[in-house]
């Protein structure tokens, strides 16, 4: 039997080059609706990545290509807080950009689905837990290895006052549960989403997958 290779370990898929008319006009843009920062640049390209993230983004001079997808629908940045899907949009409206489609794949999925100045599609979206999602970040399965000099987990620091105006219901539903954790997720993130509302939020996303593929034009 062949013997089975173990695949290379990476920070995921960070980096994209994109051919546009006007590097500068491509940083400007990206630095208006996600926060992306010009790292290295020279006339006809520039390097930039968004803070607190590993991706690059180029933005390359290439007139006669630029706005040509290929066989690539789209790319995306997935959201912190799905509260923030509104401040997206303004963003994106703001900086010149053009919304296309705007909705939640789910209950508490919203996306926005825009062009940017040379007419690649680009998608913002929050995207519900997954056991895959990094450990120490209110997310996923795995519980994190580094622990506090006391030998008890570090914490999140506990947002007191979304707790005080965000009571769980007495007696609460399945589906008033998963909402609370949701927005206590975006919002506080002192703990991680139990279990049992973990299973039904993977249970609701494998209901509707695919997903971020773009609705079919109405």
């Not at 843009?29 to 520039?46: C, E, L």
């Not at 053009?98 to 909705?103: C, E, P, T, W």
């Not at 939020?201 to 079919?216: D, F, I, K, Y």
Request: net charge positive; hydrophobic share 35%; aromatic share 8%.
């Amino acid at each position: 039997m062949a013997k089975q290779l173990k695949p290379v370990e990476t920070y995921g898929l960070t980096h994209i080059a994109l051919a546009v008319r006007d590097p500068q006009r491509s940083a400007r843009f990206y630095q208006a609706v996600v926060g992306a920062q010009p790292v290295y640049q020279q006339q006809d390209f520039i390097q930039a990545q968004t803070p607190g993230s590993r991706d690059v983004l180029v933005f390359e001079r290439r007139r006669s290509r630029a706005g040509r997808t290929g066989g690539v629908a789209h790319f995306g940045f997935r959201l912190k807080r799905a509260a923030d899907i509104a401040t997206a949009v303004h963003a994106i409206v703001a900086a010149g950009g053009r919304v296309r489609d705007q909705g939640e794949f789910v209950s508490g999925e919203p996306y926005v689905f825009f062009t940017d100045p040379d007419g690649y599609e680009v998608e913002i979206w929050y995207e519900l837990p997954t056991p895959l999602d990094p450990p120490g970040t209110g997310r996923g399965t795995t519980t994190p290895t580094l622990k506090a000099p006391t030998g008890k987990a570090q914490k999140s620091k506990v947002n007191k006052a979304w707790h005080a105006a965000h009571r769980m219901p007495a007696n609460a539903t399945l589906d008033q549960r998963v909402r609370w954790h949701q927005a206590h997720e975006a919002a506080c993130g002192c703990r991680e989403i139990p279990k049992s509302v973990r299973a039904e939020l993977a249970r609701r996303s494998r209901a509707v997958r695919p997903r971020h593929g773009r609705p079919t034009p109405r």
